[in-house]
């Protein structure tokens, strides 16, 4: 009686050690899936006729608005808007292209906050103006100060990121505001990374995707991209 005793002891022991660990689990993956968000493509607005200036140097800038956000490159869209904005300066009082120097600047300012990188921010700040300028200064230093452990600026190998791409393009992906590279349609690419807490997807055809993790530690994530006419 007493053996049958034990035994049902050790078997609850068990039960209870394989649900802790199938809770466990489950506390460390997370999954998220993003729904498709349409941001203007630069390259389909005609910058020049839109502004009427006859000037060559707007003839590509859609198109290297679109390569800085395809690389996540915050420097790059930066000088995209002070082109454009020298640009909206010599047009008629009042002309403005459907994408403005200030929103370009606004959002190349967000990324690199994300990058969290001071030597990009202190350039930034060169770039930048007034309250926004003292304000990126300011980060760069604080920045800068912090010991080389304590400043994320790449994707470290720490637990897996799934990212399941369900639509019918190619996306470009950044984790934390670092290019990672690219998936293609309908396809599943699994990379490392270390404390993620935000990433983001883009395709040629100007569609977005944005997933914001959950702090903490996981050891895998699986981010499902859904393609743009997805029922939801």
């Known amino acids: 009686m007493r053996l049958r005793s034990l035994c049902l002891v050790a078997l609850a022991v068990l039960g ?7 809770q466990d689990k489950k506390v460390q993956e997370q999954k998220l899936e993003s729904k498709a968000e349409k941001v203007k493509a630069a390259k389909f607005v005609d910058f020049a006729t839109e502004l009427e200036l006859s000037i060559p140097a707007l003839a590509n800038l859609g198109e290297r608005i679109d390569n800085a956000r395809l690389a996540s490159d915050p420097i790059d869209l930066a000088l995209a808007a002070k082109l454009l904005e020298a640009a909206e ?32 921010l202190s350039m930034l700040a060169k770039l930048s103006s007034g309250r926004s300028a003292d ?5 760069a230093k604080s920045l800068a100060q912090k010991k080389p452990e304590a400043v994320e600026t790449k994707l470290d190998l720490h637990g897996d990121l799934v990212i399941d791409n369900h639509s019918h393009s190619t996306v470009f992906f950044a984790v934390n505001g670092w290019p990672g590279g690219s998936v293609p349609p309908h396809s599943v690419r699994v990379i490392h990374v270390h404390d993620a807490h935000f990433a983001q997807a883009h395709d040629h055809f100007g569609h977005r995707w944005s997933a914001s ?5 996981y050891h895998r ?8 006419h997805h029922p939801h």
Do not use: C, Q
């Not at 008629?92 to 030597?119: C, F, M, N, Q």
């Not at 304000?135 to 980060?139: C, R």
């Open 89 to 120: 300066s010599a047009a008629a009082a009042g002309k403005k292209a459907s994408i403005t120097s200030t929103a370009l600047l606004e959002e190349a300012v967000a990324l690199a906050k994300r990058r969290g990188d001071s030597a990009e």
């Open 213 to 217: 993790f959950e702090s903490g530690h």
């Open 16 to 22: 209870t050690a394989g649900s802790a660990f199938s």
């Open 135 to 139: 304000d990126l200064t300011a980060l």
């Open 221 to 228: 994530y699986i981010w499902v991209i859904h393609d743009p």
